[in-house]
């Protein structure tokens, strides 16, 4: 078979996807150097809009008895409810199917933010009910809120996500790595993508996908694998083959060293469950058990688990996803306990939004601000941050059928992550630049989520 410099160009673009590689993977990336602790995020995203007050539940009879009559068919029976530890007047429960993270609650690992969402500016409920509020871009809409959760950007539509602009940071003071700090286990998203470093893909049961045809161990792919290298070794005069050609060579070799590296790994004595969710939570404890070996100092990592928006059937779909979700993210801390870095990892979810308190006689709708898990050694955990409301008809803050506008921000909850994570508080708005609106500077974190 014959290759021309031309076929190469088109053959290279279809490879470098194939691939899951991104220009990330040769940018500057995160190396650990003497007396450096390694961090890392994993950030689990519950595409379609989770309905969270049916996951985070009031507990005490008053309590309990507002969120059954404002949920009327969609209120979980209480006697099924997992009860939480507390000793406030207000108690709450979580879902049962949600049962295997009521021990790491109780053990300091877990803790949950409350009515947290996408806000402009702290948002009062009268400039709301005036039409003098300065709202979130498309309020509402799956498309516009996933993606602001992701940029924590909510009056501007951006490409920049917070993981994107928090691996920037950090590379701009750290060496050249071939492996982008950013690992997607969902493709390419917005939260990693930054400036100038993006995320590098993986797949939960292949590992890093490799170049179609091309592997210098197979015989049988001689002929492709020497034509290949050939052509990325020619010199090229047009400096933008030069260097997609010298890109597209540091993608192989980078691809080659990660999957050597993840070949080596020790086995796990945890056990995962075999759904994709599980699976791509153990294929991040693999990649974190080598992280000496691919020189990584900090990580972010990204995951999707969709199918959340229940318009229809909400107690009979979140009694079939909430097992996985538990099952997951418990299995992972285990993993983490196990590899002896539960307290250098924070795994939280986001979503789309919250959902209306009230039915629409089949399920819920889009709503605003929701409940977030936040789970790790470090996190100041047994406990809930923010302002859980009252469900009440008559909440100021219910902007209708039980949207409540959110009374924590996504700014304020990534703060505390990002300072954890090692950022700077001089620092703080290179990556969340909507974040004085929230908080002056120099304020610490917002709400003391991490220890």
Known sequence: MAFSRRRFIGHGAAVMAAAGTQLGLVSRAAHAGPGDEYRALVCVLLAGGADSYNMLVPYDSDGYADYSAIRSDLALPRDQLIELPGNGSRRFALHPA???????YGAGDLALVTNVGTLVEPTDPDAVAQGSARLPLGLFSHADQIAQWQTSLPD???????????????AAGRGVAPISMNISLSGTNVFQTGATVSSYSVDADEGVRQVAGYDPQDPDSALFTSALDAL?????????????????????DAGRSFRDALAAAPP????????PFSSSLAQIARIISV??????????FFVTFGGWDHHDDVLENQAAMLPALAA????????LVELGVADRVTTFTISDFGRTLTSNGKGSDHGWGGHQLVLGGSVAGGALYGEYPELVADNPLDVGRGR??????????????????????????????????????GGGPPLGLMV
Do not use: K, M
């Not at 949600?98 to 790491?104: C, S, T, V």
């Not at 796990?268 to 759904?275: I, K, V």
């Not at 992280?291 to 972010?300: K, N, S, V, W």
């Open 328 to 335: 997951g993210l418990d299995s992972l801390q285990r993993a």
């Open 291 to 300: 992280r000496d070996q691919l020189d990584a100092g900090c990580q972010t």
């Open 268 to 275: 796990l004595a945890t056990a995962f469950q075999a759904d």
């Open 404 to 441: 409540y506008i959110p009374t924590t921000s996504v700014d304020e909850f990534y703060a505390d992550l990002a300072l954890w994570f090692g950022v700077a508080e001089a620092d703080l708005p290179l990556v969340l630049p909507n974040l004085s609106r929230f908080r002056s500077a």
């Open 232 to 252: 990325l070794a020619a010199p090229y005069a047009d400096p933008f083959r030069a260097s997609y050609a010298t890109q597209l060579r540091q993608a192989i």
């Open 156 to 170: 501007l539509r951006s490409g920049s996500g917070v993981g994107g602009r928090l691996a920037d940071l950090v």
């Open 98 to 104: 949600l049962a295997p993270l009521a021990a790491h």
